[in-house]
């Protein structure tokens, strides 16, 4: 190919996300494997921060646990089982390019000075800690802050309410599993 000189035409310039991007997506051959982690972990780190810079460490564990879930749901819900395909504009508020975040989000890389940015890029890499554990199997979540209606998804009985954090109401549509008959689950009666 050449440009209008007769010159061989230079391959066009794209920033380091969009290659980075692009690795991931196989659409350049970069011979390093390593490209394609580097492209999900700042994908990750983007995500958590877009989603939940304001609820520190614990906050983006959660977050990344949501797409750890959804990836690993073998496709319940329509979801991808490509971690990085699981964050996009239908599952993750922040993704939506009308959003106020999506632009500051999109900004973020990994030589970032933001803290926040830092703190979620760190945690990506991190294992999900063990005083989480009793909401390591969130796969939905929302704010009601931040919303005008409640999620429909929020009413279907496959779905179990896990906690609250941050802000955030936190649920799994993973079956729980059932009390163990004999166990006493309430107060007994005429206990205050």
């Known amino acids: 190919m050449e440009d209008n000189t007769g010159k061989p035409a230079s ?6 996300n969009e290659f980075l991007e692009g690795v991931y997506r196989g659409e350049y051959n970069a011979h390093n494997p390593k490209l394609k982690e580097d492209a999900l972990r700042l994908k990750r780190a983007r995500n958590a921060w877009g989603e939940g810079r304001n609820q520190g460490a614990d906050g983006m564990h959660l977050i990344n ?3 750890d879930n959804r990836a690993n749901s073998k496709g319940k819900w329509g979801w991808s089982t490509d971690p990085y395909d699981v ?12 959003d106020e975040n999506y632009p ?5 890389h990994k030589g970032s000075k933001d803290p926040q940015f830092q703190e979620a890029y760190r945690v990506v890499n991190e294992e999900f800690p063990e005083h989480l554990k009793k909401y390591k199997d969130v ?4 704010a009601p802050a931040a919303v005008v209606n409640v999620p429909k998804w929020k009413s279907d009985p496959r779905m179990t309410h896990l906690g609250d954090h941050g802000g955030h109401k936190l649920y799994t549509s993973k079956p729980q599993p059932k009390p163990k008959p004999g166990l006493v689950t309430g107060k007994p009666k005429g206990k205050p």
């Open 11 to 16: 391959p066009p310039t794209v920033s380091y």
């Open 104 to 108: 500051k989000m999109m900004a973020q």
């Open 65 to 67: 646990q949501v797409v």
């Open 87 to 98: 964050m996009t504009p239908a599952q993750f508020s922040a993704w939506r390019p009308v």
């Open 139 to 142: 796969d939905h979540y929302y």
